[in-house]
T-cell receptor, first 115, second 117 residues
Framework: DGGITQSPKYLFRKEGQNVTLSCEQN?????MYWYRQDPGQGLRLIYY???????QKGDIAEGYSVSREKKESFPLTVTSAQKNPTAFYLC??????????????FGEGSRLTVL | AQSVTQLGSHVSVSEGALVLLRCNYS??????LFWYVQYPNQGLQLLLK??????LVKGINGFEAEFKKSETSFHLTKPSAHMSDAAEYFC???????????????FGKGTKLSVKP
C-alpha cells in the first residue's frame, strides 16, 4: 500500500545528543514536509522540500536540519541546538508541492522525549 | 498573511447530538480550506477540502463544511455525533500559489471533540 512511513515511533534522547527521524514515502510525491506538534499549539512547519536536492526553512527551523537526496526520503535531524525538542513530529507529502490544492498526506508521527 | 482561528480548544457533545466546530480564516486571496482529523498518537487524515467548487463540501464519516466568504468561515458540522468521532480536529488554509507563493498550509491550533454516551 502507498503511504508515508515514519520511524521510530517513539524515541528517547539525552540532552546534548543529535537524533535523526526517518520519513519515507512511496506515493511518488514531489513535496515533503516536517511539522512539529505541541499540545494546544497546532502544527508548526519546520522544513519543507519541493524537489530533490532542495529544501527551505519553515517557521521554526532553528535547531533542526534536513536533507533531500532522494525523492522518497526526507530525514529530519534534531540537533543539540534545539532547546526544547520534546514533541510529536509529523512528516507529510503532497503531489505538486502545494501549489494547486495544498492537500497533505501524513505519516503516523514520531514522539521524541528528551530525558 | 494567512491565518486560521479555531474557536474553542475543547468541545463536548452527547452521542447523537449535532457537532459544530468553528473555523475562521484570514487570506488576501481566495483560499483553499481543509479540515483534518487526528486520533491519539496518529498522523492527520483529511476529512474534506474546499477548492472553489461547491461552497457546501461533504467529507468522510458524515462530516460537511460550508464556505462562507462574507463571514470568512469554514465551520465543520455533523448532524449526529458518534463515539468514534472523538478526536482532535484541525482547520487549515493555503493560498493558491499566486506569484512566488509556495501554497503551504497554515493550521489552526485544533479543537478536541469529546463525545459523551
Amino acid at each position: 500500500d502507498g503511504g508515508i512511513t515514519q520511524s521510530p515511533k517513539y524515541l528517547f534522547r539525552k540532552e546534548g545528543q543529535n537524533v535523526t527521524l526517518s520519513c519515507e514515502q512511496n506515493l511518488n510525491h514531489d513535496a515533503m514536509y516536517w511539522y512539529r506538534q505541541d499540545p494546544g499549539q497546532g502544527l508548526r512547519l519546520i522544513y519543507y522540500s519541493q524537489i530533490v536536492n532542495d529544501f527551505q526553512k519553515g517557521d521554526i527551523a532553528e535547531g533542526y536540519s534536513v536533507s533531500r537526496e532522494k525523492k522518497e526520503s526526507f530525514p529530519l535531524t534534531v540537533t543539540s541546538a534545539q532547546k526544547n525538542p520534546t514533541a510529536f513530529y509529523l512528516c507529510a507529502s503532497s503531489i505538486t508541492g502545494g501549489k494547486i490544492t495544498g492537500e497533505l498526506f501524513f505519516g503516523e508521527g514520531s514522539r521524541l522525549t528528551v530525558l | 498573511a494567512q491565518s486560521v482561528t479555531q474557536l474553542g480548544s475543547h468541545v463536548s457533545v452527547s452521542e447523537g447530538a449535532l457537532v459544530l466546530l468553528r473555523c475562521n480564516y484570514s487570506s488576501s486571496v481566495p483560499p483553499y480550506l481543509f479540515w483534518y482529523v487526528q486520533y491519539p498518537n496518529q498522523g492527520l487524515q483529511l476529512l474534506l477540502k474546499y477548492t472553489s467548487a461547491a461552497t457546501l463540501v461533504k467529507g468522510i464519516n458524515g462530516f460537511e463544511a460550508e464556505f462562507k466568504k462574507s463571514e470568512t468561515s469554514f465551520h465543520l458540522t455533523k448532524p449526529s455525533a458518534h463515539m468514534s468521532d472523538a478526536a482532535e480536529y484541525f482547520c487549515a488554509v493555503s493560498d493558491r500559489g499566486y506569484g512566488g507563493s509556495q501554497g503551504n498550509l497554515i493550521f489552526g491550533k485544533g479543537t478536541k471533540l469529546s463525545v459523551k454516551p
